[in-house]
């Protein structure tokens, strides 16, 4: 169990802390597609952006003068082909990683859901109903996981 977890001994049962230490760990594996989505969205970019002035530098410069003498210079090269299948495979991989994204996403903000909607059973007896705010000022704090209401 998450260390923050084990200090709320008083305040709530097992089935709680289980659902809570549920709720951080999709919470994580949201926090992590999402960085790995952001970082291909920059290779992608990058790598674009390097793709089309390799092609402005040394197709479309040189061969300005002709489409055909252009279509021949691009069809003649190999690096063009390697090059934009590395391209176009980043920007799949960039799609993969969003699809990836979303469906943690959506495990995360059910979990979070459920747990605002049943905070009432999950905190049960009078004495942890009233400490609950400061399992949930934690959970805010410590993993920006905001338990007090269901917007996002």
């Not at 055909?68 to 391209?87: H, P, R, Y």
């Not at 176009?88 to 990836?100: A, D, H, S, T, V």
């Not at 495990?107 to 400490?131: A, M, P, Q, Y």
Request: one cysteine or more; proline letters at 1%.
């Amino acid at each position: 169990m998450e260390t923050p977890i084990l200090l709320f001994d008083d305040k709530m049962d097992k089935a709680t802390k289980k659902i809570l230490e549920n709720v951080i760990k999709r919470k994580k594996k949201f926090d992590k597609y999402k960085q790995r989505h952001n970082l291909a969205i920059w290779g992608t970019f990058i790598l674009a952006f390097i793709y089309i002035n390799y092609l402005y530098f040394t197709i479309a410069k040189v061969y300005s003068y002709s489409f055909a003498a252009m279509f021949s210079a691009f069809v003649q090269d190999s690096n063009n082909l390697i090059f934009l299948f590395i391209t176009i495979g980043m920007y799949g991989w960039m799609n993969l990683l969003k699809e990836k994204m979303d469906k943690a996403e959506k495990e995360f903000h059910e979990l979070r859901c459920e747990i605002v909607e049943r905070s009432k059973d999950l905190w049960g007896t009078e004495e942890e109903w009233k400490n609950r705010h400061v399992v949930f000022e934690q959970m805010k704090k410590i993993f920006d996981i905001n338990l007090y209401h269901q917007k996002k």
